[in-house]
């Protein structure tokens, strides 16, 4: 008989020594991070890589299929298996090397991003590619082939890793690189931890100057005008986010705020020793300089219906024509990039039905018809995103990729009990109009996509190629995600014999 299973707190070592693996422990309910897609699950924390290969032995014995996770950012249910086995990697989280000279950093997949610029950046190096969040680990960001707002321009979190080592279901683990094992190197990343777990990541970081950005704000009144601005700074910014305010109407479709920025040069910093120091990155503990920033989100709830959120959109439009033409300002990289992050748990003041993201990649030439509808479609439904990001984005190598030479469009949708089904409906209707110009989905983020869209989403040499290699590296299915389960469908089941 198993142990009783000593969980340490997420992402701490306590207990190490008296670790055991138990898969036959209570189920429990595991929920997306927005909190709207929720299953009962058995979740194991792995601190080291002999417990996740025991885990992979004991579930392959016990005919127990895994999910894996890392920080559990996802807005999907690509970490859920419902009944099944979770396998949380969080904890292993340890860098192996890392070289202040090259910029090459190797480490465990439970590192997350804010650990990774938190050693590095005195030394002048950032993460290459970071997302919205900075809690996001190594292995989960190149399991879905993470971008950031300089996706044009750097591409994907994937494009920085020279190498990775990988545990398959078979037991064997593995080395890849663009050189060695390429074919599940460009399968792995983008996989959705179906191929193998993440043992040890090795990311490029990007040498940086000064810990900080000059950014230039530009407010727009639609999208033809945000369009233009994206390409007019395309070649000379570092970094391009739109947010946008999907209350707009009519001429006022897609109107919002660019924000571009671009590093440094050397030099321009009179004093990149400071700006360097993590201590100099860190989000203020207060918001406004009074409100302690973990209670903010209670002070948000009673706005985050149709009419307060249509007020605050308005309110973050109109003041942020205070200023001229031009005016720059700058901002620490952590700041600007990790916005999102300075409302600890703002998905709370959604409610407890949570919120869901629609984020589609769109082709550059309809990029503007097909938000301006996605956007029109939720008003006319009564279901008005609260939140619009507009990113640019450019096509990568990867099997399962995301991108498209084009822009996507990310919306927050608030989920209610009353509205669950509405907002599902919707979802199915707005689908067709992304996929009858050739767009994408990525399914860190979806929530609502029908079985069969991934051959929607791919062409069909991507997914049967992708489907070959699954039964190469899991020939029993061991790796199971109630995303694969719910998008994959018949491909999917095909493929889940434990
Ligand atoms: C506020 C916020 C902002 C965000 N902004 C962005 C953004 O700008 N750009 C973007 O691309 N994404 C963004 N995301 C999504 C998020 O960054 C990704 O979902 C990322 O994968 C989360 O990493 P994670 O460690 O939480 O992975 P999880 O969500 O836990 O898991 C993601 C996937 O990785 C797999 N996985 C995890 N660990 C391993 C492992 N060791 N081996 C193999 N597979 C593994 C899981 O099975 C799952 O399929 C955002 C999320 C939030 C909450």
Redesign the pocket.
């Known amino acids: 008989m198993n142990a009783p299973v000593a969980k340490p707190s997420r992402g701490g070592r306590a207990g190490e020594a008296r670790w055991d693996l138990n898969l036959a422990e209570p189920l429990e309910l595991v929920q997306s991070?927005g909190r709207a897609l929720r299953s009962q699950g058995r979740v194991v924390f792995v601190t080291q890589r002999e417990t996740l290969v025991r885990a992979f032995e004991e579930a392959s014995r016990q005919g127990r299929s895994i999910?894996?996770?890392?920080?559990?950012?996802?807005?999907s249910d690509?970490?859920q298996n419902e009944g099944g086995v979770v396998v949380d990697?969080s904890g292993m989280n340890r860098i192996l090397a890392f070289d202040p000279n090259t910029g090459l950093l190797k480490a465990e997949?439970g590192l997350t991003i804010a650990q990774i610029w938190r050693t590095t950046l005195p030394f002048g190096w950032w993460p290459p590619v970071v997302?919205?969040?900075m809690f996001?680990?190594m292995?989960?960001?190149a399991?879905?082939n993470?971008?950031?707002k300089n996706n044009f321009k750097r591409g994907t979190f994937g494009e920085h890793i020279v190498e990775f080592t990988m545990l398959l279901p078979t037991g064997e683990e593995v080395t890849c690189s663009p050189r060695e094992n390429t074919e599940l190197y460009y399968s792995a990343i983008g996989g959705?931890?179906l191929l193998?777990?993440?043992t040890s990541i090795t990311l490029q970081l990007k040498r940086v100057h000064s810990g900080l950005l000059e950014v230039e704000p530009v407010v727009l009144p639609d999208f033809e005008t945000t369009f233009r601005a994206f390409d007019e700074r395309r070649s000379s910014m570092d970094y391009l986010v739109g947010w946008v305010d999907c209350f707009g109407t009519g001429s006022s479709i897609g109107r919002g705020i660019i924000h571009a920025a671009r590093y440094l040069h050397e030099g321009e910093d009179p004093h990149p020793e400071a700006s360097l120091q993590p201590v100099n990155q860190e989000l203020p503990s207060y918001i406004l300089g009074v409100i302690p920033k973990g209670w903010t989100w209670m002070a948000l709830r009673p706005f985050v219906n149709n009419q307060g959120m249509r007020l605050i959109n308005m309110a973050k439009y109109l003041a942020s024509r205070i200023h001229a033409d031009g005016y720059t300002y700058r901002q620490p990289l952590a700041a600007f990039s990790f916005l999102?992050d300075y409302v600890p748990n703002w998905k709370f003041a959604y409610g407890p039905g949570g919120l869901i993201q629609y984020q589609s990649f769109i082709p550059e030439k309809d990029a503007r018809r097909v938000f301006e509808s996605l956007i029109e479609m939720s008003q006319s439904a009564g279901l008005p995103p609260y939140l619009g990001v507009l990113k640019r984005h450019r096509p990568d190598p990867f099997l399962l990729t995301h991108a498209v030479d084009g822009y996507s469009l990310a919306l927050d949708y608030k989920v209610t009990e009353s509205n669950r089904a509405a907002l599902w409906k919707l979802a199915e209707r707005m689908d067709p109009v992304v996929f009858g110009v050739g767009g994408r989905f990525?399914f860190?983020?979806d929530a609502t996509c029908r079985p069969g869209a991934h051959r929607d989403v791919w062409p069909a040499a991507n997914v049967d190629r992708f489907l070959a290699m699954k039964r190469r590296c899991d020939p029993k299915g061991l790796l199971q995600?109630k995303l694969f389960q719910r998008v994959f469908g018949a491909d999917a089941r095909t493929l889940a014999t434990v």
Request: net charge positive.
């Open positions: 991070w999910a894996m996770r890392g920080s559990g950012c996802s807005y690509t970490f990697t997949p997302t919205g969040t996001a680990s292995g989960g960001l399991a879905v993470a971008h950031g959705l931890g193998g777990a993440f999102l990525y860190s983020k995600t």
